[in-house]
Each structure stands twice: as structure tokens, then as C-alpha cells.
């Protein structure tokens, strides 16, 4: 089962910084933390993964606090070609790693 | 580039039928999943393989079993459709470096559309 709790849907609009933020209380010591976005009629597609503090690529930015605890992903200024479902995912290398039902999130123009 | 392919995007049987879905990936990677994606619960893992003719279950195999006789191939067996079985149907890869490295990225196909009558 997903060790992960999202939020359902976010709507946003063109330009914005959206965040989304993931809270995983149980996360284990040996766990990562990874994102992945989907867009409709297609498969998932891997984010940014990360263990502690800031990871950052083209894409976004990881944010992860002392307590790994939650996590947010940050996606600065969106486009409406950002709408897509998004997954958060924690687990290590032999432990399970499930997709919940993610965050849809809309943007408008 | 990765590519995961899936045999075939659409599929319609029914219900009783054996169903056969094929995935196959170029990059030579170790692991394999299969996965539903069904409205409003995300994607559910059913099995996954992290060497040839090993498998492993995920949270939903009820229903299902795998096959896989060669590293590029994973194979999702309906052994007896079932309406409920109607379902997005989505095979991932992924390198394995250390230790089952699930967490490692997966590469997902474009997944098949299947609806049992």
C-alpha cells in the first residue's frame, strides 16, 4: 500500500509557482522519496527523486525538512502543458515502492 | 532513448477468455512491472519481475499470473477475464543495480486498454 498521502486535485494558473506537498510520516531511514507525472492516455514519467534537503534538475525542485517527513515538489511557472496527475513515491532499494492515487493538478490560462 | 512497448493500445474480450498482454523493453533492463490504473486509485502494482523467470507479487495478483522466459519480456496472463478486469493496463522497466533497486526510475509503455465483456 502507498506509504504516501497527497492532495486529491490543485488548479493553478499560467505563470504561478505551484507546490505540492507530500506527507509520508513512516518514511524509513534507507527510503527515498520520488515523483512522477503522468499525463493523460500516457504512462508515468520519473520527476526528481531525492533523499534529504534540495534537489533541483530542469524540471523542479525537491524540497525535503530535517524530519523527511513530507516533501514538497515545486514546479516554477507553469504552463498549461503542466496539467497531469502527479505521484509521490517513498521506498528503498528492496522495499516496496507504491503510485497512490496522486494530485491532479489543473492549469488555467 | 528507453523504449517500453505494449502489444497492443485497445483490447476487447470476454468475459471467460484467456487474455494475453505482452510488454517488451530495448534497454536491457533487469526489472519489470505490470500495473492497473483504474479512476480514483492511482496505479495498483499486480506483479513484477526482477530476473528472468522470476517473479514477485504485488498488491493485487488475484486473477492474474506472469511469464517471463526473456529479460526483454514480461508478459500479464488473464487467466479467465472477468468484467472487473476492465482496466488501463501499464508495464514498467528499470535498471537494477543493487539490491532489487526498486526505487530505481521506471520507464512505463504507453499501456493497454482493456475492456472484458
Known amino acids: 500500500l502507498a506509504k504516501t498521502t497527497q492532495p486529491i486535485s490543485m488548479d493553478s494558473y499560467e505563470g504561478q509557482e505551484v507546490n505540492i506537498t507530500c506527507s509520508h510520516n513512516?518514511?524509513?531511514?534507507?527510503?527515498?522519496i520520488t515523483w512522477y507525472q503522468q499525463f493523460p492516455s500516457q504512462g508515468p514519467r520519473f520527476i526528481i527523486q531525492g533523499y534529504k534537503t534540495k534537489v533541483t534538475n530542469e524540471v523542479a525542485s525537491l524540497f525535503i525538512p530535517a524530519d523527511r517527513k513530507s516533501s514538497t515538489l515545486s514546479l516554477p511557472r507553469v504552463s498549461l502543458s503542466d496539467t497531469a496527475v502527479y505521484y509521490c513515491l517513498v521506498g528503498d532499494n528492496n522495499n516496496d515502492m507504491r503510485f497512490g492515487a496522486g494530485t491532479r493538478l489543473t492549469v488555467k490560462p | 532513448d528507453v523504449k517500453v512497448t505494449q502489444s497492443s493500445r485497445y483490447l476487447v474480450k470476454r468475459t471467460g477468455e484467456k487474455v494475453f498482454l505482452e510488454c517488451v523493453q530495448d534497454m536491457d533492463h533487469e526489472n519489470m512491472f505490470w500495473y492497473r490504473q483504474d479512476p480514483g486509485l492511482g496505479l495498483r502494482l499486480i506483479y513484477f519481475?526482477?530476473?528472468?523467470?522470476?517473479?514477485e507479487k504485488g498488491d493485487i495478483p488475484e486473477g492474474y499470473s506472469v511469464s517471463r522466459e526473456k529479460k526483454e519480456r514480461f508478459s500479464l496472463i488473464l487467466e479467465s477475464a472477468s468484467t472487473n478486469q476492465t482496466s488501463m493496463y501499464l508495464c514498467?522497466?528499470?535498471?537494477?543495480?543493487?539490491?532489487?533497486?526498486?526505487?530505481?526510475?521506471?520507464?512505463f509503455g504507453p499501456g493497454t486498454r482493456l475492456t472484458v465483456l
Open positions: 519481475s526482477y530476473d528472468v523467470k522470476m517473479k
Open positions: 514498467a522497466s528499470s535498471f537494477r543495480a543493487a539490491g532489487l533497486a526498486l526505487r530505481n526510475e521506471q520507464f
Open positions: 513512516n518514511i524509513a531511514t534507507n527510503d527515498y
